[in-house]
């Protein structure tokens, strides 16, 4: 399931297996819930994603969330997806991060690939017809699951972006739990 995907735009290489702790590892559990199938759940306070299935399952994935003061909560939709997308940070980014100027919306953004922060896969995040900014992308970095530390995007790693890519049809319902333990979430 972590194997290389050679035949990918990008090659994308194994994962370091060792960085990803078996708890975050793709599967498919029961999970009762009240949500429909085809919504997503990001237990922000577990690092889990699931997509809800019929019948009380889920696939869960183990997740990286937004560090303190970068998370969203709330109910939204996955507007559309994208495979291989460009990558622009917020304006808020660049002027905190000014070295990524270069990949400003200005400027054209960065270029798809495997240094790409967005990854394999993204799906973009609209609440009320309105752009989050928030996106659920893939990561190399497997060490980053299970940890807060992008600046609030949900992250898989590339292998598991790339399945929920092909499970998730774009309106998709979303439910993003806050993490009670840190502040400056702002809920939707």
């Known amino acids: 399931m972590y194997a290389a995907m050679p035949d990918e735009k990008f090659p994308i290489p194994a994962v370091k297996i060792a ?69 622009t940070p917020p304006d808020s980014m660049v002027a905190r991060q000014p070295e990524l100027e270069p990949y400003s919306i200005a400027n054209g953004g960065m270029d798809p ?17 309105r752009d989050t900014l928030y996106r659920l992308h893939g990561t190399p970095e497997a060490f980053s699951i299970g940890k807060a530390v992008s600046s609030g995007c949900i992250r898989l790693i590339n292998q598991d972006v790339i399945h929920l890519y092909n499970e998730v049809r774009d ?16 809920i939707g």
Not at 56 to 85: H, N
Not at 171 to 186: H, K, L, Y
């Open 19 to 87: 960085q990803l702790d078996q708890q975050f590892w793709r599967t498919e559990i029961d999970y009762p819930t009240k949500e429909t199938p085809g919504t997503l759940i990001v237990d922000t306070p577990a690092k889990y994603l699931y997509h809800v299935k019929p019948s009380g399952r889920a696939t869960r994935y183990g997740i990286g969330v937004g560090r303190e003061g970068f998370a969203w909560a709330g109910r939204a939709v996955v507007a559309y997806k994208r495979k291989w997308p460009r990558w």
């Open 113 to 129: 690939g495997l240094n790409n922060p967005l990854g394999a896969r993204a799906h973009y995040i609209h609440e009320g017809g």
């Open 171 to 186: 309106g998709s319902p979303i439910v993003v739990i806050p993490d009670p333990t840190m502040s400056n979430i702002a």
